[in-house]
């Protein structure tokens, strides 16, 4: 057998292994540190039928039919009735309205954008038929539109792309927020640079524990954090942002855990793996989730890192672990970040014949231990023309550090150079 037949064999037994044979999401009684909850939590918020009458509902970019949604975004409908649709991450997006084909008169609807990249380019109108609209320098977009009685219309949003862009990537803030704003002042230092450079910074990609304990309190608190960048941000959870399992706190917040999306040349998959589990529907979507198109890089994250063998890494089920493995050895996925671990390091994994590299980057500032504190993100730079990754850490000190930077880790993870 070869080693990529192998491969397949080794993802579909532990798959079938895991699982009771139903891939639908399944959540009896709502327990929102359980993954399938979740799942039909980022589900639910991904449309809305708000009091106006006006059905919102996320889809795939390519999509041209409303029946269908995606989780690709939260929607929520604010005190003064408008709506508040946030992106779940960079690149295409698309959003269906759809008026009530009972209205008696048009509808007027206030709709605030939020986490759309400034650069991208969006459009409004019928399939086919859509019409530019204005652009803005910030992630906010607020737009008035005025629908007959049953009328359907689409939001689309996209970004050109140079050959060479770049990603940043974290996890694990916890109880350090001050920290973190310290790296968002550095990372949006590189944004202006990068864009100088030629090379734009398209996304800030978030892999976990954002708080310590998922309380309302924290989750604001990184909202008024994040409302300071000026590029998309995603984000899945960790397990410190599950904690309080009465409500979907995450979901609410952020909008979907699990997810995927194609920013320029690179397809960006987000997995939940905040209750140290994949959701048993979100394990048999995983050929989907990770499907990219020919010559696309393609980058994971998620909270835990996967790596078999391993229970101290946070898996509550180590088949699962071993599944995901296989299923990004058959994909051959160019890089995997993870957090968790409060530390930084670069390893390779090899399954089969096939050789993961990954990162484990929970430098966002939660306690690091004994040991060198290392506070910053990952930041990835991508060249479409030459299908090159590199990868290098922007470290952040904490405040009244004044020895001279960290050693790098290792040569495989460098500091970034000075811009």
């Known amino acids: 057998m070869s080693g990529r037949l192998a491969l397949a064999a080794l993802a579909l037994a532990a798959a079938l292994g895991s699982s ?148 940043a990537m974290l996890g694990d803030i916890q109880t350090n927020p001050d920290q973190f704003e310290r790296i968002v002042d550095r990372l949006e230092q590189d944004v202006d640079a990068s864009a100088a450079a030629g090379t734009p910074l398209v996304a800030l990609v978030i892999v976990g524990d954002l708080t310590e304990s998922s309380r309302d309190d924290e989750l604001d608190t990184i909202h008024d954090i994040l409302s300071r960048v000026s590029i998309p941000v995603a984000v899945t959870p960790g397990n410190h942002d599950i904690y309080r399992p009465t409500r979907p706190h995450f979901n609410r917040s952020f909008g979907p855990g699990n997810h995927a999306f194609d920013v320029c040349g690179t397809h960006l998959t987000l997995l939940d793996s905040g209750s140290g589990a994949i959701a048993r529907s979100v394990q048999a979507r995983l050929p989907e989730l990770l499907h990219r198109e020919d010559g696309r890089f393609l980058i994971v994250g998620l909270h835990h890192p996967p790596f078999a063998g391993r229970t101290g890494s946070g898996w509550s089920r180590e088949d699962q672990a071993a599944a995901l493995l296989a299923e990004l050895a058959r994909d051959e996925a160019d890089l995997v970040v993870a957090g968790h671990d409060h530390s930084l390091r670069a390893f390779e994994v090899p399954v089969g014949d096939v050789v993961l590299s990954e990162v484990i980057v929970g430098t966002g500032g939660a306690y690091q231990g004994v040991g060198i504190p290392r506070y910053g993100y990952l930041r990835v730079e991508l060249d479409d023309d030459t299908h090159a990754l590199t990868r290098c850490f922007v470290e952040v000190p904490p405040v009244g550090y004044a020895e001279p930077p960290n050693e790098p880790p290792s040569q495989s993870l460098p500091h970034c150079p000075a811009q």
């Open 20 to 167: 009771s044979g139903c891939v639908q999401p399944h959540c009896t009684s709502p327990d929102y540190a359980e993954a399938e909850c979740r799942v039909i939590a980022e589900n639910t918020h991904a449309r809305l039928r708000g009091s106006s009458g006006v059905e919102l509902r996320f889809q795939d970019p390519d999509a041209t039919d409303d029946r269908s949604w995606d989780a690709r975004g939260l929607l929520e409908e604010l005190a003064d009735g408008s709506i508040q649709a946030r992106v779940a991450g960079p690149g295409r997006f698309a959003l269906s309205l759809r008026a009530d084909p009972d209205a008696t008169e048009d509808v007027a609807l206030h709709l605030r954008l939020r986490n759309v990249d400034p650069s991208a380019t969006l459009e409004l109108g019928p399939a086919g038929a859509a019409t530019p609209l204005p652009a803005s320098a910030s992630t906010r977009r607020e737009l008035d539109l005025l629908l007959a009685p049953g009328e359907l219309q689409w939001i689309r949003g996209d970004r050109a792309c140079p050959p060479r862009y770049r990603l």
